[in-house]
């Protein structure tokens, strides 16, 4: 079974920078497209940004503009780079290995106003 452990997480003020990274144990890393989700309190699981395994990214409307994912291949590494976060982006954030059912534990982000 593939092992995802996120880091990264933790406690900023609005318009604060947090950079999560996802380390995993798959081999064959390069050869998956890879997202990262979050979920806040009472709330259900939602996409939050995917990059492909041309590296190409895509983003929810919501993070948009100040939110970059990004993958070090040679590392086996993902990363989702959080810049202007709002009290809104509080959540675990999980990263997962898109069509595999492979998930990370989570890493708590909390966003004070």
């Known amino acids: 079974q593939v092992q995802l452990v996120e880091s990264g997480g933790g406690w900023v003020q609005s318009g604060g920078s947090l950079r999560l990274s996802c380390a995993a144990s798959?081999?064959?890393?390069?050869?998956?497209?890879m997202a990262w989700y979050r979920q806040a309190p009472g709330l259900e699981r939602e996409w939050v940004a995917r990059?492909?395994?041309?590296?190409?990214?895509i983003y929810a409307d919501s993070v948009k503009g100040r939110f970059t994912i990004s993958r070090d291949n040679a590392k086996k590494t993902l990363y989702l780079q959080m810049d202007r976060l709002k009290p809104e982006d509080t959540a675990i954030y999980y990263c997962?290995?898109?069509?595999?059912?492979?998930w990370g534990q989570g890493t708590q982000v909390t966003v004070s106003s």
């Open positions: 997962a290995i898109e069509g595999t059912g492979s």
């Open positions: 798959e081999i064959f890393f390069s050869n998956y497209n």
């Open positions: 990059i492909y395994r041309n590296s190409a990214t």
